[in-house]
């Protein structure tokens, strides 16, 4: 059965920092593209980072660069998202999702919320 479990979010103040992580099972990990996802109520749910099967390749939202980090640990099956500088803005619904040519797989999502 294929599974994306999140976790490491939770309440941070503004400037703060969060490491989310996603553990994969049921599938074969290493062969998956691995991208994180953010949805604000009333907002669409919009691309946050790519990462590559192998870990090579990385992309990232412009507001996200230079504040966040996408990796992954394949041995592991684990994808994380080290996020700096944190603020208001970034509060929404985090999701986990493995890509392999059309094919996808969805976390269940974690809230991330950034206040004082």
């Known amino acids: 059965q294929v599974q994306l479990v999140e976790s490491g979010g939770g309440l941070v103040q503004p400037g703060g920092s969060l490491r989310l992580s996603c553990a994969g099972s049921?599938?074969?990990?290493?062969?998956?593209?691995m991208s994180w996802y953010r949805q604000a109520p009333g907002k669409e749910r919009e691309l946050v980072a790519t990462?590559?099967?192998?870990?090579?390749?990385?992309n990232y939202a412009d507001s996200m660069k230079g504040r966040s980090t996408i990796s992954r640990d394949n041995a592991k099956s684990t994808v994380y998202l080290q996020m700096n500088s944190l603020k208001p803005e970034d509060t929404a619904v985090y999701y986990c999702?493995?890509?392999?040519?059309?094919?996808?797989?969805w976390g269940q999502g974690t809230q991330v919320t950034v206040s004082s």
């Open positions: 049921g599938f074969t990990f290493s062969d998956y593209f």
């Open positions: 990462i590559s099967s192998g870990g090579a390749y990385t």
């Open positions: 999702k493995a890509r392999r040519g059309s094919r996808d797989y």
